[in-house]
């Protein structure tokens, strides 16, 4: 479905420019307008403006917005990307609670791997000094022109994933932005190795059976033993749906989503 969820993409402007530029916020507490470094992401203004409250106050108070219905219905003509599938993703996103955890919604086309298998979405966060930008990439070649119901039908019989719908493809997608959250290019990337490595595949300590979290998360979905990543937004899209997990893996879960 999406083996390479975070891949990252080259930056069209170099880091070096984006510091010399500025662009218009809004303060939030005055309302003045003020300018920041061009390549200050929305996590890294709010951090630094807001703090660590509730996000509140919409995107209306200043340059930095949540995905909007909108945005979605604009990425794409009804005829690429049907507008059930379109109301589909904003009404996931806003449910999960991640409208802001993304900076943009947009249409890619990727073909498929060396296997065979086509990614349907994928969330790319952008390597970058600081935040990175976070994107949910729509893949025309999976879903171009389908109707919900077909796109659900897919899902259902793909047996590789936990997710059974286009709803349930993009709560595994909200597990990675919920991962995300909060975190520095860096510190993600730090976390990613860590358990792409021998956190995910050694045998977990006290455990008589000598199992892995590799091996446990063969009850999650094939697709969940990839990596500690993958088996965190899988394991997400069990939680979501109200089903459990083994407790080994609630663990790594909670350690990541709160
Ligand atoms: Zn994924």
């Not at 394991?235 to 997990?245: F, M």
Request: glycine share 8%; proline share 4%; hydrophobic share 30%.
């Amino acid at each position: 479905m999406h083996p390479r969820c975070r891949s990252t993409t080259i930056e069209a402007l170099s880091p070096e420019l984006m510091k010399k530029l500025e662009r218009r916020a809004r303060d939030p507490e005055t309302g003045e307008l003020r300018t920041v470094p061009a390549d200050m992401t929305y996590r890294e203004w709010y951090g630094k403006y807001v703090g660590g409250g509730e996000l509140t106050g919409g995107g209306e108070s200043g340059i930095i917005k949540p995905i909007t219905i909108e945005a979605i219905n604009e990425c794409a003509s009804d005829e690429v990307l049907s507008k059930e599938c379109k109301t589909t993703i904003y009404e996931t996103l806003k449910s999960q609670g991640t409208l802001r955890d993304y900076d943009e919604v947009k249409i890619v086309r990727i073909p498929p791997d060396k296997d065979g298998r086509i990614e349907v979405l994928r969330t790319n966060a952008e390597s970058s000094p600081g935040y990175p930008k976070v994107t949910l990439e729509i893949n025309e070649a999976a879903l171009g022109g389908m109707s919900k119901e077909i796109v659900d039908e897919m899902f259902r019989l793909d047996n590789y994933t936990a997710a059974m719908s286009l709803e349930e493809a993009i709560i595994h997608e909200c597990g990675h932005a919920k991962v995300l959250r909060g975190k520095t290019y860096a510190q993600y990337e730090a976390e990613d190795e860590i358990l792409k490595g021998d956190a995910f595949t050694n045998p977990i300590k006290g455990r008589e059976d000598k199992k892995s979290l590799k091996d446990l998360a063969g009850k999650v979905s094939e697709y969940a033993q990839k990596d500690g990543m993958e088996c965190i937004a899988e394991c997400h899209v069990i939680i979501s749906r109200g089903g459990s997990i083994p407790s080994d893996l609630k663990a790594l879960y909670d350690k990541y989503i709160s």
